[in-house]
């Protein structure tokens, strides 16, 4: 991962107080503390700054080193604040817990449960099996996907199926608590992806050659590598 002129800090640095911010419970002043203690003097808006401008460009890249996931599929959405307003955060995993895919949007209605499964569906093809709670948008959604296929989808609307997926909300909401929600919806969706990304590594969803081999840290080092410019 090559920086700019523009970078004040060397790209370890950075990568290590990104990594810290999207993969454990951490403010930005823990942050901006820690390093401080390590004989770094970094200012926390800097943290802010570097997480919203990287973590986005960290998960894209991932996508292209991400492990094929399963057809049956359980999606769900939970909430997430940004600007003192509840906004949702749409996410799907298969049977096994591995994320599909995720999307925050500001309703949750049909369109944005349509744009939340095309995003997947281009991203991860087409399931065989779709679980979701009883919503109403989710399902209406998913009907309108089937009218146009040939051999459609099976829909599950059985509340206990869903539990992979509403416990794995969990693993994101640990990290967003200590941010007591996001200053816009922009910095809501690239720490969202940062968290998102750091959560899929610890899941073993990278296939980045020696990956197996690799620490959850050293995975996303690995993966920094794989950006040539910034």
Known sequence: MQTTKRLRFPIEVILVCIRWYAAYPLSYRHIEEMMEERGVCVDHSSINRWSIRFLPMLEKVFRQHKRQVGTSWRMDETYIKVKGVWKYLYRAVDKEGKTIDFLLTAKRDKAAAMRFFDK???????????????????????????????????????????????????????????????????????????????????????????????????????????????
């Not at 679980?131 to 296929?149: F, L, R, V």
């Not at 941010?179 to 969706?189: E, P, R, V």
């Not at 998102?196 to 296939?207: P, V």
């Open 120 to 230: 997947a569906m281009q991203a991860n093809g087409i399931p065989e099996k779709v679980t979701m709670d009883k919503s109403g948008a989710n399902k209406s959604a998913i009907d309108e996907i089937n009218d146009a296929m040939d051999v459609p989808m099976l829909i599950r609307q059985v509340k206990y199926l869903n539990n992979i997926v509403e416990q794995d909300h969990r693993s994101v909401k640990r990290i967003t608590k200590p941010m007591l929600g996001f200053k816009s919806f922009h910095a809501a969706k690239s720490i969202l992806a940062g968290i998102e990304l750091m959560h899929m590594i610890r899941k073993g969803q990278s296939y980045l050659a020696g990956s197996e081999d690799m620490s959850f840290a050293d995975q996303f080092y690995a993966l920094a590598g794989q950006i040539r410019s910034v």
